[in-house]
Each structure stands twice: as C-alpha cells, then as structure tokens.
C-alpha cells in the first residue's frame, strides 16, 4: 500500500508519525523495550500528549532479530496467530551507550541510534538494511490533527521501509506468477483462486529474500502489502492495518541458509513417501468417467508400459451438487470398496478430490447446521453464497468439534482403501458478515484458514496411515503450509506461454520455504496441442512431484499421439531410475528445508547471470533442467562456471556461457554439476524399489583436491549406502560402504586397472562393479 506522494509529500489526508528517537529504553530477559515518541521530548510539555511507538526487540534463534512495535497496546488481539518457534533459553548480546542501543545475535545485528532514530542490520559489522526517517511508521490515512479521532481498520497501518542497496533482488512471498524478481511489484499477501496469469495468487507468504543473503518475514495472517522498490525504489516497504506490526530478519549469510533459518522458524517441509515421486494420472475435472473408464486408463497406462504410482479421482466421484458429500456417486461407482480393492491389486495408490465446502444439498449440509460445524453469520446464521455450489457453506476449522468431524468423514474413505486428498480451494474465505466459532478476526481468518484445513486431513492421514506417509495435493497455502504437501501450482491453461508462469510461480514458492511442487502436466484448461504436452510431459516428470490432470478433456497420452505415449512412458522410467538421487535430496529437503527444485540464483547466488533465469532450475544439489517452451524444439539455457555433462548422452559442455541447441521429444537439457555423483537404479520399476540393490554410483568429472560423496537411503529413510570419490594424481580413490553388489560409472573416464572392483570400459566410460562395499584404487 502506498502512502506517499513522490519523496517529500504524504498523500491528502495522509499523516505518518515515526519514531523521532528512543526516549528511554529497558533491557530485561534477552529482550529491548524502547519508549519511541514521534517528536523530539526537548521540554517537560512535550511529554504531555502526541504519538508514541513502543517497540520490543528480541532474538528467537541464533542469526534472527523479532521487532514487534505498537501504538495502541490495548486492542484485542482475537488471533489467529502463525506458528513461529524459538529455541529455548537462548539470549542475544545486548549492549547499549548513551547514543546507541546493540542487539547481537550470531552474527546479526541491530543497531538503534537513540537521539536520532536510526535502525541498522549488520552482518560482521557491515551494513545489511536499515530504516531512517519515516520508515517505521504508524500511518494515518483520514487524519485531520485532532488525536482524537476515532481508529478503525481502514485508517490505521504500521509500515516498516527497508533499505535496498545497488543491484539487490528480492524473491519470494509464496507462488506468483508475475516476474521472478519481485523489484517494481506491488504486492497483497492476500490468497484468490486467480489461475496462473494473473497477479493473484492461490499461496501468498509474507516472507522475501535477497540476494543480500537476508530474508523478512512479517508475522501477520492478514493482508499485508509490500512495496517492492515501487513507492521508494531504495526500499521494500511492507504495512498491515491496524496497530501494531511485527517482522522477523534472519541472517544467512548464503540464501540457503535464509531458507534454512525460516523454516527453522515457522517449520520444515514434511518428508514425502517414495511412492509419492511416481507418476499420478486424474480423471480430469468435467470429463465423463466410470469404473470402465478409470480401468480403461489405468489398463492403457500399464499395457503400454508405463509405471503408475497413484490414480486420482476428481470431483465428479461425488453428485453433482453435492460437494462436497464424501459419498461415492452410486450411479457410476456402484462398488466403490471393491472397485478400490481392484485398483489397489494393480499396485496403485488413490486419491480423491476434497474441499471444506459442503453444498446446501448434500448430506452433510442439515449435520453440520445443527450441530455448529458450519461458519456463521454474527445473527447465527450459516454463512452461504451461491459461487461453486449453490447454497454452499464452510467447515469451520477453528471450532474442534468440526475437525473431529470433518476427519471422521474422511476417515471412512480411508478404511474403505482411499490413501490420500487432493485438498482443493482455500483461498475464497469471506471477511465480512461473519463470527468463526473462536472468535477469530475475519481479516486474519481469510489467509490463515487454508493453513487449518490442509492440517485437519494431514494431521488424520498421520493418524491413520502413519507419519511419512502423509500426502496432500493442496491449492492454497499460507506460513507453515509447507509442513503438509505437496502442492500444485493451480489452474493453467493448456500452452507454452502457462507452462513458463507455472514454472517461475513455482519457483517463486520454494523461494518461500515450501519444499516440494508439482503442476497439471499438458496444462489444465483446455487441450494442449501434441508439442506442448510432449514438453511438459518431460518438465512435470523431471518436477519433484509429477501430475497428469485436466479440466475438460483427459490427460492419458494417446488421446494425443504414440509419441506422446514414448514420451511419457521415456520420462517416467528416467524419474524412476534417478529415485536414488531424488529421495535423498526430498530427505535433505525435510531436514534443511532448502527445496527440491531450486531457481538458480539459490544455487548460483554469485553468478550475477542466474538472478534473473526463472525458465530453468535445478533439481536437488547435481542435475539442471532446462524444459523446452517452443514449437521449434529449441533449448536456450545458460550454464554457470565449470564442466557440466549432459546425462542423456555424456556429452560434456564448458560452462560461464549460454547454449542453443535443439531437442527431440525424447531429450531435454538435464545436465549434471562438475564433481558429482549420481545414484540411480532401473528404469522399469517406478518409484519404488530398493534403492541400494545394484545401484548404480555415476561419477562426474572429478576435480582434483575435492572428494565428490553421496549417500542413498532405503525407503524408510536409512542411510544404506555411502561413497567418496577423488582424484589424486593419475589415480582415482573410491571408498563405498554397503552391503549389497553396486556398479560405479565413471564417465567420460577410460581407466587401465583397478583394484577391488572389476573393471570394463564402456564406450567413453569405466565401469567397476563389486560385490559388495569396500575401497577402489582406479588407475588412469
């Protein structure tokens, strides 16, 4: 929200009171209580009256600084709040002098010039951002002089103005689709079901990074909007209404390690089970479907050889008009316990399509009203409108009766063989005209209810299936979403021009804290041509989740062509193969909460080239994926310093440099980092299988003096296999520990001997198998 009027003037009518200095401060318990009035106290008089700011600075972890600043303490906090963690006992240095006042924490801190108020962030002592002059804030937008005027949401804000130094770049606040780089934005952490080619978003999360390596996060669930070097360029102003504002900084130094300490605060990524991983096929959204139809895709998959890990069935599984209902539409699902039973003996998982909306003619509609489950009217009315089903009214999450409710609903699915929901919207939540059952401000309800939807089902898929083998398929999101996945990145159409602003808003989101990602492979409105299903075939199955789903026509490849049967039957095995890889880096994931499909700026911080790329990434810590987004089957992507080797065909390519070149259906830019190791397995076994039996260790253009290692874990998250590799003179030095035969590829690699693996030389390539682990001594 903007209150200026270029640098000197306010907007008519609008008046901003900041803190003129710190008039007295009190330290006690790791924490700094400053008395901030908004004028110079230069007599006795000057005290009686005016504005006052009271801020409370404090440290909740190592490396991150809370200020939380008031005007008028006394408002009723009704909640609900974000949960954000701290570690225990912990205390920040604080030292203070007659002109300054110091908080340190790790190596973060914040300095407050007291007589001339001055807020600065440093880092080792070097400036990071600060706030001067009007920055902070407490704003007033109808004001006419007379402090007696009475305060509502709607004239009130806090804001706080960051600093922005020369060629700084902010990313993050939750999925959006517009530019990648957030300078020249406006914008609302407020959640809409928008599509993907608007600036709305189904997943706003008020927390940005910079290539600085710092990140903001502002702990508010209602709206909060952020100038993004828009009204000031030199600033990042964010503002919420009312009366007090708080926000968290949180040092890195490297963005990862932003990533890191967020997630450290409001809570990491979920692990995923491997079965997940593997490729899910829907029924599409208004297509026509039965049993006959779902084993004539599901059939077609697996006679064509194509590994399928999870059917989903979308919302038609339920009569039309009431959703949502939990009941099984009996004119075409007669028998649903056996039809499930069948599905599940050909090695599948299912998910069904859910939302918290229960339509006025389904069953549950009169149980909910007479027993309180359903948002209200402050008059005690239910809550209803007329939008996605007619009469439709909301599961009220804040009441736990409604919970408990809502879970026994769907814990019936779950006994009859469903094993996981598509939790659906989230984002349409009413603020005005009504009373949640606790008491909750509308305003910050809006944004936060998605939060306690999608736990209510994750919290029962816990219970009842076991923690790890949780899943969600959610639209929306807010702070702390990123503890239940996964989540997809909503409605698209069906071209090149969607596919590019699913990826950036996807990209955008793991900039965020979220973990894992997926999208509608082919797009979801409309019918991609052959081209574009074919290219994001091979991009959503190189996603860390992968999802074929539409809205109107069906997803199963040879509606389109055969080839799109190879490429979909090419790629899955290629996801299958590398499940080694990916399975350590989604556990990497869970515990560092540094996402699975990284932008390059967050891989590639120092290359001032990635700052801006949002059409390639990163897929855990070795392999770039550069999806291909015209119909001229051409690749532009660019390459950071070192040797990369593309893992199709071994080619090797000298990096610091762009490259164009084309591309088959079958083929995609996947090129693996210098001094890497790749575990992987067979291509026709799915996601699933033991990861450690014959692996397969792909060694990468060593270098010398660097130890390339990797690790592969058992389903359950056991580390079962360890390998260091390096290069040492004209030798190789390998040490694998495991207890069952591997293969070890050293590629682009002829070698003339080796001691304790048998050796053969393949192409351009050395393979040394063994029977078991130990250590290798290679000659070259």
């Known amino acids: 929200m903007k209150f200026s009027n270029g640098c000197w003037l306010q907007k008519e009518g609008c008046s901003v009171f900041s803190p003129a200095e710190a008039y007295f401060t009190t330290i006690e318990e790791g924490t700094i209580r400053i008395c901030a009035p908004t004028h110079h106290i230069v007599t006795r008089g000057a005290t ?116 922005l130094g020369v060629d700084e770049k902010v990313y993050g606040m939750g999925e959006r689709f517009t530019a990648f780089v957030k300078n020249g934005q406006s914008i609302d952490i407020w959640n809409e079901d928008g599509g993907t080619s608007t600036e709305q978003s189904y997943k706003n999360i008020p927390f940005y990074m910079t290539n600085r390596g710092y990140g903001v996060y502002v702990n508010h669930p209602e709206k909060v909007s952020f100038e993004v070097a828009t009204e000031m360029i030199t600033r990042v102003a964010f503002s919420v209404p009312g009366e007090n504002l708080d926000y968290y900084v949180i040092n890195g130094p490297s963005m990862k390690e932003v990533l890191k300490r967020y997630t450290d605060l409001t809570g990491k990524p979920s692990l995923p089970a491997p079965w997940t991983f593997g490729l899910w096929l829907s029924t599409s959204f208004t297509t026509n479907y039965d049993e006959e139809t779902v084993n004539s895709f599901v059939d077609g998959m697996l006679d064509r050889g194509i590994n399928l890990g999870v059917f989903h069935f979308d919302c038609f599984w339920m009569k039309e008009f009431c959703w949502s209902d939990f009941t099984w539409d009996s004119r075409v699902f007669p028998d649903p316990v056996g039809m499930l039973k069948r599905l599940k003996e050909k090695g599948l998982k299912i998910c069904v399509w859910i939302n918290s909306y229960i339509g006025q003619e389904s069953i549950l509609f009169e149980e909910g009203m007479k027993h309180g489950y359903l948002l209200k009217r402050p008059n005690g009315d239910v809550w209803q409108w007329d939008m996605w089903q007619p009469g439709m009214a909301l599961v009220d999450f804040t009441n736990p009766a409604a919970c408990a409710w809502f879970q026994e609903k769907l814990e019936a699915l779950l006994d009859m063989g469903v094993d996981c929901f598509k939790t659906d919207f989230g984002e349409r939540i009413p603020t005005e005209d009504v009373a949640w059952f606790d008491g909750s401000d509308p305003s910050k309800m809006h944004n936060y209810y998605t939060y306690l939807y999608n736990k209510c089902v994750f919290d029962l898929l816990e219970r009842k299936r076991g923690k790890g083998e949780a899943i969600l398929f959610a639209r929306s999101a807010t702070v702390g979403g990123q503890k239940v996945p996964v989540h997809w990145g909503g409605d698209c159409w069906s071209d090149y021009e969607s596919m590019e602003e699913s990826l950036r808003g996807g990209l955008s989101l793991t900039m965020s804290g979220f973990g894992y990602w997926s999208h509608d492979i082919g797009g979801f409105e409309h019918t ?149 190791i790749i575990a992987s397995g067979p291509s026709d076994k799915g996601a699933v299988y033991d990861y450690a039996d014959n692996v397969c260790l792909k060694v990468y253009e060593l270098t010398y003096g660097k130890a390339a290692s990797t690790v592969v874990y058992d389903g359950n998250g056991n580390q079962v296999v360890s390998a260091t590799v390096e290069k040492k003179g004209s030798q190789i030095l390998a040490t694998v520990r495991t207890a069952k035969p591997f293969t070890m590829v050293l590629v682009n690699v002829k070698a003339s001997s080796a001691q304790g693996a048998e050796l053969t030389i393949d192409g351009e390539n050395t393979v040394l198998t063994a029977v078991e682990g130990g250590e290798i001594t290679v000659a070259l």
């Open 48 to 163: 009686l009256g005016g504005i006052n700011l009271t801020l409370k600075i404090s440290s909740p972890m190592p490396e991150v600084i809370r200020v939380q600043t008031w005007h008028f303490a006394g408002v009723l906090d009704k909640g609900p709040h974000f949960d954000v963690a701290e570690t225990e006992g912990y205390q920040p240095q604080i030292t203070e002098t007659d002109d300054q006042i110091t908080m340190q924490s790790g190596s973060l801190a914040l300095v407050i010039d007291k007589k001339n108020w001055k807020m600065t962030y440093t880092r080792n002592g070097e400036k990071l951002t600060q706030s001067i002059g009007k920055d902070l804030a407490y704003v007033k937008t109808d004001w006419k002089g007379d402090y007696y005027d009475r305060i509502t949401p709607d004239n009130t804000f806090m804001r706080q103005q960051l600093s």
């Open 528 to 676: 991609s041509t052959p081209d574009v299903y074919k290219r994001w075939a091979a991009f959503g199955l190189l996603s860390s989740h992968s999802r074929l789903h539409g809205s109107t026509s069906y997803r199963v490849p040879w509606v389109y062509d055969e080839e799109a049967v190879d490429v979909v039957r090419y790629f899955t095995g290629l996801k299958g193969s590398l499940m080694p890889y990916l399975y350590r880096n989604a556990i990497e994931t869970a515990k560092t909460g540094v996402p699975m499909m990284r932008s390059m700026v967050l891989e590639y911080t120092e290359d001032p080239t990635c700052s801006y790329l949002d059409k390639q990434y990163m897929l855990g810590d070795s392999l770039l994926v550069a999806p291909i987004f015209n119909d001229k089957s051409e690749a532009l992507y660019y390459l950071p310093e070192g040797i990369w080797t593309n893992y199709l065909t071994g080619e090797k390519k000298q990096g610091g440099r762009w490259v164009r070149e084309n591309h088959g259906y079958l083929s995609i830019p996947l090129m693996v980092k210098q001094n890497s």
